[in-house]
């Protein structure tokens, strides 16, 4: 993706603005890793795990009347794992101490979650270029009579008005 050393600036940009952030990672709704920083956590799990979570909460959103998906906090033990929209190609997912301002959290990830929406969305929206157009290939003449497009004609139907005698 053109927008990686982008993204993963960003993720950084967010990393510095809320200290007590262990971990970010931008993801594809598919969840494929677009860029993290993750240090001791696997990043592919995550945006796997990330996906699922998303899927489930736009269902959940959805289901309930409550509109489209924005964000997801989990809170765990020894902290929270919040993931937040990023445009309609891509989802952000902080990992945080559990000593974290929340309200900090949620300001901050919504912030990067709209940039890196950005960013992802509109390299998505490039048209992807290849290295070297594959040669034609040459058209496979048994298959290409068997089959035509158009469909057959029905025969045209004639009508005839016989003649209508009348008697005076």
Do not use: C, W
Not at 8 to 26: K, S
Not at 56 to 66: E, I
Not at 92 to 116: K, P, S
């Amino acid at each position: 993706m053109a927008a990686q050393p982008e993204i993963r600036a960003e993720l950084l940009r967010l990393r510095a603005r809320v200290p007590q952030l262990t971990g970010a990672l931008a993801a594809g709704v598919d969840g494929l890793v677009l860029a993290h920083d993750t240090p001791g956590v696997e990043p592919e799990g995550v945006a796997a795990l990330t996906a699922t979570a998303l899927a489930v909460s736009v269902r959940m959103a959805d289901t309930t009347g409550q509109g489209d998906f924005r964000e997801l906090l989990v809170r765990g033990v020894y902290g929270y794992v919040a993931t937040y929209a990023a445009g309609e190609s891509a989802v952000l997912t902080v990992l945080a101490q559990d000593r974290v301002n929340v309200g900090r959290l949620h300001l901050e990830g919504r912030r990067a979650g709209a940039r890196i929406g950005e960013l992802a969305d509109a390299a998505a929206a490039l048209p992807a270029t290849p290295a070297k157009a594959p040669a034609k290939a040459p058209a496979d003449t048994a298959t290409a009579r068997t089959r035509s497009a158009r469909t057959p004609r029905t025969p045209r139907t004639t009508t005839t008005n016989a003649p209508t005698t009348t008697e005076s």
